[in-house]
């Protein structure tokens, strides 16, 4: 009796240990996989564009994926789409604006939790609020 008692407890710490690793990895992989959209979401809705007059319910994230580079650290690109209320970039208070409704496309690269790159449209940098110069 005493011999099945100890291969049964053998046997569940045997099923045990690797069945709990399996199950931690794959929570540990969800919040990893997720907080690159979280970072950049929330980047957008206190950057300086969308703070001024984003449209909260219009924002989207199209496109997320990890880039695989040569040298570490690699990154995570998410591309959001938003609409603003009026045309242009970055704050515009004292400016003159043109009241119509503008769809954004922003591409944001996030690095080990942080922004490391921040474009709007291909032309706007978010992070520096000036035109790209091509």
Not at 3 to 10: F, G, H, W
Not at 23 to 39: G, M, R, S, V, Y
Not at 108 to 126: F, K, P, Y
Request: aromatic letters at 12%; hydrophobic letters at 45%; a negative charge.
């Amino acid at each position: 009796m005493r011999r099945y008692q100890t291969l049964v407890a053998i046997m569940l710490v045997v099923i045990m240990a690797p069945t709990s690793i399996y199950a931690l990895q794959n929570d540990l992989f969800k919040i990893t996989e997720n907080a690159p959209e979280a970072t950049a979401l929330a980047y957008l809705r206190e950057a300086p564009t969308f703070r001024f007059d984003g449209v909260p319910g219009s924002v989207r994230v199209v496109d997320s994926w990890q880039a695989q580079t040569f040298a570490y650290p690699s990154f995570w690109e998410v591309t959001v789409e938003f609409d603003c209320a009026h045309a242009g970039y970055g704050d515009r208070t004292g400016e003159a604006v043109a009241e119509v409704i503008t769809h954004h496309s922003i591409v944001i690269h996030v690095t080990e939790g942080r922004i490391s790159m921040a474009v709007i449209d291909g032309v706007w940098d978010e992070l520096s609020q000036r035109f790209i110069q091509k």
